[in-house]
């Protein structure tokens, strides 16, 4: 980097020196997001160069798409954008525009966002924060779908802290590869599933960040070879960052569940992942409020994470309160061995029948 002085004797003031700079305008392009997306340009890596000369800009733009009202958007956006820039001088946008690839590999993000061949439904359940239930409410509701006799698949998205697998008791399955590399889901409790547990040994770290991440889960995504299924639920990672976004930009989802426990720091997570879905006009379908209380001392039931908060919280976003699953502890208990409480007869079983309601009320 040149000091500051010989710029001053080319001409360029110092204050402009430190105005321009690539950052900057990265920064400013970070505001420009793609059309029909809340994810912008530069996080999709469609800004290929930017070059600075004195106070002049370009920025040279790399799109897969044959709709022109595409570039135009991206046009007008980044150049309302960058003049924003203080000391800006000439902003030039230049366009690399190609035939998007075949949308299974990807290329154009909104020819990417597809829905999954011979699936008719996806289902995402997700809550903000981790632990709260979610990949027990996503297990047993696939199991409660597939007992109403509908084709299930429950798809396991989370790469840090895979579940599914050890839920249905089919940690030691392999799944198998087509020779298209396709992923061939196993097969437990009459569902489909596929889980990242299936791919990763037990010990073998996850040390997948950033971008690599995101590039995993599309792979991953698009590669499951579901057949026809009438449902497929994602279990989502709990968060609603980078990785989230990307697997609801990159599937269609059809309804979101948001799972949360009834205390305050769940609910504020819960909430985040409202906001989120609701920036990519995927439908919240509702809340199910898990751990809502436990009952003992022949049925007196106690509130152990406060009363009532996922009802008052589904009350003030407008959403239904799906279902309220009590804090039990043979659910933990046949989570862990592999046999959902949805297997049971909804007749002698309080939580499957819990299940099975939840199952309908999603079912179409
Ligand atoms: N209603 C419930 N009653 C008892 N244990 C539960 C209940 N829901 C979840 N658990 C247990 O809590 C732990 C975390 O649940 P999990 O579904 O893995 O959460 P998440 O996917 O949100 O991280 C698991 O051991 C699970 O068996
Ligand atoms: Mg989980």
């Known amino acids: 980097m040149p000091p500051w002085w010989t710029l ?32 912008d340009i530069v996080s999709f890596g469609l800004v290929k160069e930017i070059l600075i000369d004195g106070t002049d800009v370009t ?29 800006a001088g000439k902003i030039s946008v230049d366009f690399d525009i190609q035939d998007p690839p075949d949308p299974v590999t990807g290329g154009d993000p909104s020819a990417g966002q597809s829905s999954i061949p011979g699936v008719k439904k996806i289902i995402a359940v997700a809550s903000g924060k981790g632990g709260v239930g979610k990949s027990t409410v996503a297990t047993n509701l696939a199991i409660a779908l597939s007992k109403t ?6 798809c396991d998205c989370d790469l840090y802290g895979p579940s599914v ?26 569902i489909k599933a596929i889980s990242m547990g299936f791919l990763l040994s037990e010990d073998s770290p996850v040390i997948v960040r950033g971008p690599l991440a995101t590039r995993y889960t599309q792979q991953f995504l698009r590669q499951c070879l579901w057949g026809e299924l009438d449902y497929l639920i994602l279990d989502l990672p709990p968060g609603t960052g980078d990785i989230q976004l990307t697997i609801v930009q990159t599937v269609s989802v059809d309804a979101a569940v948001i799972v949360t426990t009834p205390q305050e720091v769940a609910l504020i997570d819960a909430r985040k992942a409202i906001g989120m879905f609701a920036k990519v006009n995927v439908p919240v379908a509702g809340i ?17 994470f406060g009363k009532g908060g996922g009802a008052k919280e589904a009350e003030k976003r407008g959403v239904p309160l799906l279902a309220e699953i009590p804090l039990d502890p043979q659910t933990r208990d046949r989570a862990d061995a592999g046999q959902p409480v949805a297997l049971e007869d909804p007749g002698e079983n309080a939580i499957s029948a819990a299940f099975a309601e939840l199952a309908k009320s999603l079912g179409t």
Not at 9 to 30: C, D, F, P, Q
Not at 149 to 154: C, E, F, N, Q, Y
């Open 8 to 39: 001053i004797r080319n001409g360029v003031t110092r204050e402009h020196y430190a105005m321009i700079t690539e950052n900057s305008v990265r920064e400013k392009l970070g505001e420009v997001n793609y059309p029909g997306f809340s994810r």
């Open 59 to 87: 920025v040279k733009i790399s799109l897969a798409t044959r709709d022109p009202n595409v570039p135009r958007q991206i046009h007008e956006a980044t150049e309302a954008a960058l003049s924003a820039l203080e000391g």
């Open 149 to 154: 006799g509908a084709k299930v698949g429950l």
């Open 165 to 190: 697998a050890l839920m249905l008791g089919a940690e030691d399955e392999q799944p198998m590869a087509t020779e298209q590399n396709e992923i061939v889901p196993i097969e437990a409790h009459g």
């Open 288 to 304: 199910v409020e898990n751990m809502a209380w436990f009952e003992c001392d022949a049925g007196k039931k106690y509130y152990i």
